[in-house]
């Protein structure tokens, strides 16, 4: 017997919040509860062409729940192709912020973290994305940035995350691949994303009315 939406739902965001995108790699069971749960909401969409919905995507979402597994303990490096400094860090949050078309159709990945000094910062994956069809967003993500969540001044974060001082805190990302995307499940406030490499993504809206970390960052110089 099929179970409701909203039942199915609720056990999803549990146990999604409960497994966290820092979760241990060792998390099979849960993971594959997980997966399971994401195949029967799918079943239930009540969106049908959820890419041509920008009034329910468009927005900041917080990721509760990744196939990958991050790391809390890392690197700026390691968060950035390598293009960042190697300072250690560590992780806090994962969002997405998404911007309509009339705004650079913007496809933001942001992981937030603490410093060695314990100070607030986030690393900005930036992207850009295009509809393909009634569920694929086809992704390009071309520039990673650092900037301090807090009120110091660049150089004051450069020191604290263990950038050097002429390092920079900004950099293209060049010949980097499109990647793909379908939305197999949109509402007012939840979205599963499947990858191009069918790993599965738990995301909730937070808002959708905010400032975009990358228009919150004091002015940035690049590479």
Same mark, same amino acid.
């Given at each position: 017997?099929?179970r409701?939406r909203?039942?199915?739902?609720?056990e999803l965001?549990a146990?999604?919040?409960?497994s966290?995108v820092?979760?241990?790699?060792t998390?099979?069971e849960l993971?594959?509860?997980i997966?399971?749960l994401?195949?029967e909401?799918?079943?239930l969409n009540p969106?049908p062409?959820?890419?041509?919905?920008?009034?329910l995507?468009v927005?900041?979402?917080?990721t &509760?729940?990744s196939?990958? *597994?991050?790391e809390?303990e #890392?690197?700026l $490096?390691?968060?950035?192709?390598? /293009?960042l400094?190697? @300072?250690?860090?560590?992780?806090?949050e994962?969002?997405?912020?998404?911007?309509?078309?009339?705004? &650079?159709?913007?496809y933001d *990945?942001?992981?937030t973290? #603490?410093?060695a $000094?314990?100070?607030?910062?986030a /690393?900005v994956m930036? @992207?850009r994305?295009?509809?393909e069809?009634g569920?694929k967003?086809?992704?390009?993500?071309?520039?990673?940035f650092a900037?301090p969540?807090?009120?110091?001044s660049i150089d004051?974060?450069?020191a604290?995350?263990?950038?050097v001082?002429? @390092?920079?805190?900004?950099?293209?990302?060049?010949?980097?691949?499109?990647?793909h995307?379908s939305i197999?499940?949109?509402?007012?406030?939840?979205r599963?994303n499947r990858?191009v490499?069918?790993?599965?993504?738990v995301?909730?809206k937070?808002?959708a009315?905010y400032?975009?970390t990358r228009?919150?960052?004091?002015?940035l110089?690049s590479a």
């Amino acid at each position: 017997m099929s179970r409701d939406r909203e039942t199915v739902k609720a056990e999803l965001i549990a146990e999604a919040t409960r497994s966290g995108v820092l979760r241990k790699a060792t998390d099979e069971e849960l993971g594959a509860r997980i997966a399971e749960l994401a195949l029967e909401l799918e079943a239930l969409n009540p969106t049908p062409d959820p890419t041509r919905r920008p009034d329910l995507y468009v927005g900041r979402w917080k990721t &509760l729940y990744s196939t990958f *597994n991050l790391e809390k303990e #890392t690197t700026l $490096a390691r968060l950035s192709f390598g /293009k960042l400094s190697s @300072g250690p860090i560590t992780v806090g949050e994962l969002w997405q912020e998404v911007g309509p078309e009339d705004d &650079l159709r913007r496809y933001d *990945n942001v992981v937030t973290f #603490t410093d060695a $000094a314990g100070k607030p910062g986030a /690393k900005v994956m930036m @992207g850009r994305f295009d509809v393909e069809d009634g569920h694929k967003l086809g992704v390009v993500f071309y520039e990673v940035f650092a900037t301090p969540e807090d009120d110091r001044s660049i150089d004051a974060f450069k020191a604290d995350a263990g950038i050097v001082p002429d @390092g920079a805190v900004r950099k293209v990302i060049e010949k980097t691949p499109p990647l793909h995307s379908s939305i197999i499940y949109l509402d007012e406030d939840l979205r599963l994303n499947r990858g191009v490499y069918g790993g599965v993504y738990v995301l909730q809206k937070i808002s959708a009315d905010y400032v975009p970390t990358r228009l919150r960052a004091p002015e940035l110089e690049s590479a």
